[in-house]
């Protein structure tokens, strides 16, 4: 038997007994507005497809096509012999939508992330970190020499507070780093004051706009749009694996010295392979439809107003926001069980939506994440409000 055997199933027991272990539910087939599971058909409030583009048969033709034109994979990165004319379409049709000077693709958004850090910030500069944001900002952060500062979520007194504490230590360059969107909450950094602080003080600004691309402001470009701030943020990185097709790649869109940097330097570009000539092909229409999706963006706006006013008429506590990222809280002692099983009984009513508590969440703060789409119908909708009606009410009996 293998030394470690023993500590590992240990740990395992751990994570089982503090209710934190993870199950993953299969899917019979494409992801869409119902996804097929197991125990039969469920409406689908989980996934990060917000504009209904994850099945879309334009997308699919695409890269059907371009497995034909373009073959299968790459087998090289970018820099060897992995750089198809589309890669490159790609990401200037990227800088272009996103209103930036130049893009470059990585194998995820989790790669940008890991690989920008590293490459403007050492150990004479600082970087000023939203505390919820996405675990692969904080990875990318651990891999770079720069002073971490850290801020309360979306608290301009903090930041402020922050900003002045790295220039007070003599910093060089100095980067403040944001969720355009927090996921777990469905609310907006406030891109307008950060960019304002950010400037009174020769700072950078970086959104990972991962939760906005393709859907949020009036065309789509993302948070920097909704607060007219496009051309005052730095840095913007992405994802092609939420809102643009949900396949997966991701981007950094930025100043054009800070992408041709990158793409000398940045370690998960030079040492991973392109992305596949597929997901290129059905990305490029993806975003195409998303520059064109203003009908897509209004019905999302519509759904996720209905959800909130009839869950708002309900009784359920709904975190204030205008994002499709919808938590409905559980809080107290008993909320995480509450949630799960509400979260379980949706299930069977044939609606799949998430809990979430500690330690994803803050203790005390569980809640069930609903996340709408423009694939949804409004009757798709009603149908969630009434299966969270239905399992309350099953829930609390049970509890009696
Ligand atoms: C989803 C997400 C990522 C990771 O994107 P991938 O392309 O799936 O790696 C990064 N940052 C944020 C804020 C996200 O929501």
């Known amino acids: 038997m293998y030394a470690i055997r023993d500590e590992l199933v240990a740990e395992l027991e751990g994570i089982r007994e503090a209710g934190l272990w993870k199950s993953e539910r299969e899917l019979t087939g494409p992801q869409g507005a119902s996804v097929g599971t197991a125990a039969g058909p469920a409406l689908n409030f989980c996934a990060?497809?917000?504009?209904?583009?994850?099945?879309?048969?334009?997308?699919?033709?695409?890269?059907?096509?371009?497995?034909?034109?373009?073959?299968?994979?790459?087998?090289?990165?970018?820099?060897?012999?992995?750089?198809?004319?589309?890669?490159?379409?790609?990401?200037?049709?990227?800088?272009?939508?996103?209103?930036?000077?130049?893009?470059?693709?990585?194998?995820?958004?989790?790669?940008?992330?890991?690989g920008l850090f590293e490459v403007l910030l050492t150990a004479e500069d600082a970087v000023i970190s939203d505390e919820l944001n996405h675990a692969s900002i904080i990875d990318g952060i651990r891999l770079c020499k720069a002073a971490r500062y850290r801020y309360k979520n979306r608290d301009m007194a903090d930041l402020?507070?922050?900003?002045?504490?790295?220039?007070?230590?003599?910093?060089?360059?100095?980067?403040?780093?944001?969720?355009?969107?927090?996921?777990?909450?469905?609310?907006?950094?406030?891109?307008?004051?950060?960019?304002?602080?950010?400037?009174?003080?020769?700072a950078l600004v970086m959104v990972d706009d991962s939760h906005a691309t393709g859907f949020v402001g009036p065309r789509g470009r993302g948070t920097p749009e909704r607060f007219s701030v496009v051309d005052r943020v730095d840095i913007v990185s992405g994802t092609l694996g939420k809102a643009l097709g949900g396949a997966s790649g991701g981007f950094i869109a930025a100043r054009t010295e800070i992408v041709d940097l990158l793409r000398q330097r940045s370690r998960p570009y030079l040492f991973s392979n392109a992305v596949a000539?597929?997901?290129?092909?059905?990305?490029?229409?993806?975003?195409?439809?998303?520059?064109?999706?203003?009908?897509?963006?209004?019905?999302?706006?519509?759904?996720?107003?209905?959800?909130?006013?009839?869950?708002?008429?309900?009784?359920?506590?709904?975190?204030?926001?205008?994002?499709?990222?919808?938590?409905?809280?559980?809080?107290?002692?008993?909320?995480?069980?509450?949630?799960?099983?509400?979260?379980?009984?949706?299930?069977?009513?044939?609606?799949?939506?998430?809990?979430?508590?500690?330690?994803v969440v803050p203790r005390g703060k569980a809640r069930i994440r609903v996340q709408l789409s423009a694939a949804h119908?409004?009757?798709?909708?009603?149908?969630?409000?009434?299966?969270?009606?239905?399992?309350?009410a099953a829930v609390g009996a049970r509890a009696e």
Do not use: W
Request: aromatic share 8%; proline share 3%; hydrophobic share 45%.
């Open 48 to 114: 990060n497809n917000y504009l209904g583009l994850a099945d879309h048969p334009e997308i699919i033709a695409a890269a059907k096509s371009a497995l034909d034109e373009f073959g299968y994979g790459m087998a090289s990165v970018r820099f060897i012999c992995g750089t198809q004319t589309q890669h490159t379409a790609l990401e200037s049709e990227i800088a272009e939508f996103l209103g930036m000077d130049a893009a470059i693709l990585y194998s995820s958004c989790f790669d940008a992330n890991g």
């Open 160 to 202: 402020e507070a922050q900003l002045t504490a790295a220039r007070d230590a003599g910093s060089r360059r100095v980067l403040v780093v944001t969720d355009g969107v927090f996921s777990m909450d469905g609310s907006f950094a406030p891109l307008d004051a950060i960019c304002g602080l950010a400037e009174q003080f020769g």
């Open 277 to 359: 000539p597929a997901v290129v092909a059905g990305s490029r229409v993806a975003l195409r439809l998303a520059a064109e999706a203003d009908e897509g963006r209004a019905r999302l706006r519509e759904n996720a107003a209905l959800f909130r006013q009839l869950m708002e008429a309900a009784g359920f506590d709904i975190l204030p926001g205008e994002h499709p990222i919808h938590a409905v809280m559980f809080p107290g002692e008993d909320g995480a069980r509450q949630a799960k099983a509400v979260s379980e009984e949706m299930l069977r009513l044939g609606v799949y939506v998430i809990a979430f508590s500690f330690p």
């Open 377 to 392: 119908s409004s009757d798709d909708v009603r149908a969630c409000v009434d299966a969270f009606v239905s399992a309350r």
